[in-house]
């Protein structure tokens, strides 16, 4: 079967994970893809010289999602691709980290191949691994974690799921788009036994321009993320691998911050 990058072959749409930020961070056979697009239909966040790699005459939309308020809800995103699509452009869906790592790619693929057409996916780097790279923190380790979980923070019933197992010693817990539930996110693992002082890191605007790796314990996340003001995207990670990181000790800074206070 020829690749679907065969400029020949039209009216097909290639899924694209731009990775987490950094344009440097794409993969060649991304690149090439957007090289070939008519329709770049792009999610918010993407920075512009990613989609200045598209020809200068395609046709670039954005559906950029924000908590509680979307360009367009996914069905519509779904009609928008097929719509192109029937129109035999190549239709490049730029997605940040990877689509189908809480990309919403699965669903996408689903709707075109309802349609009865062609689409293929290019993996990217998830924010999981471009942001624990920049921090140089080891999701996994000989001698700190033999597993790594990914969850998102902000799905529906978030308190009613079972994290029971996925963060603690030897584990680590990767959290995206958990940065305005990380209270109840801390509350939620110490609740199914997870130690309050186990070490925890919000990795925020990984491989971005303001990029900042901090570290605390789990009793104190949601605390640090107000105190420090930190902003999406940001993913929270949990478990011993974390203290091999480059991220700041934000509890200890505060612990002096408070002894000169009373003094």
Known sequence: ???????????????????????????????????????????????????????????RISVAKRRARHTLPQEAINALIVAHVKTGAIVVRLKGGDPFIFGRGGEEVEAVRAAG????????????????????????????????????GQCKGLTDQDWSGLAGQGRTLVIYM??????????????????????VAVLEKGTLEGHRALKTLLADLGAMVGRENVQSPAIIVVGEVVELSDAQDRLAGWARVAEGLSA
Do not use: N, Q
């Open 178 to 199: 958990g940065v305005a539930t990380a209270d109840a996110i801390a509350d939620k693992l110490i609740a199914d036994g997870v130690a309050p002082d186990m070490p």
């Open 1 to 59: 079967m020829a690749t679907l990058l065969d400029p020949t072959a039209r009216g097909r749409v290639i899924l694209v994970g731009a990775g987490p930020g950094d344009p440097g961070l794409l993969t060649v056979r991304a690149v090439e893809a957007l090289k070939s697009a008519d329709v770049v239909v792009h999610d918010g966040l993407i920075d512009p010289r990613v989609l200045d790699i598209a020809p200068t005459g395609a046709s």
């Open 117 to 152: 057409l062609t689409v293929e996916v290019i993996p990217g780097v998830s924010a999981a691994l471009g942001c624990a790279a920049e921090a140089m923190l080891p999701l996994t380790h000989r001698d700190h974690s033999s597993a790594v979980t990914f969850v998102a």
